[in-house]
């Protein structure tokens, strides 16, 4: 499928905090509300984190995924991945029980360690909603974001028998050759769902030649065994992704990833950003997969076989 592309929406993350955007789903209603509207604009996957419903900080017990996973799926037909990527705060055992007790069709996976810096937002808000936000927000100066070879091999120990597949998240140039690793010791199986991160601090920047830089590396280690995504944050969101979709990638959007429409002006729904998104994808000649041939495009095993 040369034209088809898979667009993939992240719809509230682990990063942004409620006094950024009233638009971030907090609640479980809300959550659910967007990924549905999300499906609905054409994403074929979303990308689903959780939140406690009062504070909004992120909460990666299975149980806090209960409320919306049934109502997404029976709402649409979306493919569903569940982060074990959780919040960088988190030990690797936390992130990983939801995508275990759930068995998505897909999960996310981080692909390595790094220093995962969000404390420049703190110059931005002189007030929080909540007192976590704060502390959340000036932690990551101090904060290293562990995926340690052992970590990888848990995850994968963990979900492989599911028969989850993963969305492995790759914020550098290393990280791509840890997936090699993992694929050169048989633990992982093409077809590779390779997401490129650009623009978080720690990783790899958003200047053109990075996206290329990752492309071209992807392409030698992994030749046709692979499928590239790229998510921009923030103000790189829809730059990145139409170089990317001009170089045969697909794309990930959503609130997770960047609070924004446009300059200045906050998304006021993920739904929104999807849209524009699928703007992008037709306007140079392309169209959207469907879930159904996202799944077929990444060999998954169906939205009968999860646990919800």
């Known amino acids: 499928m040369p034209d088809k592309v898979i667009l993939t929406c992240a719809v509230t993350g682990a990063i942004h ?5 009233d638009h971030l789903p907090i609640t479980p209603d809300e959550i659910a509300e967007a990924a549905i509207g999300a499906a609905e604009a054409g994403a074929a996957i979303l990308h689903l984190h959780a939140r406690d419903p009062k504070t909004g900080k992120p909460d990666q017990s299975a149980e806090a995924f209960a409320p919306f996973l049934g109502r997404i799926k029976q709402a649409t037909n979306a493919v ?15 992130r990983t029980k939801p995508a275990a ?19 420049p937002l703190l110059a931005k808000y002189k007030e929080f909603k909540h007192a976590w936000e ?5 932690g990551s100066r101090d904060l ?13 120990e963990t979900c492989y028998d599911n028969g989850t597949r993963f969305e492995f998240e790759c914020y550098d140039i290393s990280h791509l050759y840890n997936l090699a690793h993992f694929a050169d010791r048989g633990l992982v199986k093409p077809p590779f769902f390779v997401q490129s991160v650009f623009g978080l601090l720690g990783g790899i920047g958003t200047h053109p030649e990075d996206v290329m830089h990752m492309k071209r590396t992807a392409d030698r280690l992994f030749g046709k065994d692979f499928r590239w995504s790229v998510l921009g944050a923030g103000k790189d969101q829809f730059r990145i992704a139409t170089q990317a979709l001009s170089m045969g990638g697909n794309i990930r959007v959503g609130l997770e990833d960047s609070i924004w429409i446009s300059r200045g002006k906050l ?17 140079l000649g392309l169209e959207l997969a469907t879930p159904d041939e996202a799944r077929e495009m990444l060999a998954l095993k169906g939205g009968d076989a999860v646990n919800f």
């Open 267 to 283: 998304a006021e729904s993920n739904a929104q950003q999807v849209a524009k998104a699928r703007a992008l994808v037709e306007g």
């Open 101 to 119: 007790q759930w068995a998505p069709e897909v999960a996310s996976l981080n692909m390595g360690s790094m220093n995962f810096g969000f404390f």
């Open 144 to 156: 290293v974001f562990r995926n340690s070879f052992k970590d990888i091999e848990y995850v994968l």
């Open 80 to 94: 569903v991945n569940i982060t074990t990527g959780g919040s960088p705060y988190m030990t690797v055992d936390e």
């Open 134 to 138: 704060r502390e959340h927000l000036e």
């Open 17 to 21: 905090t409620p006094t950024m955007s």
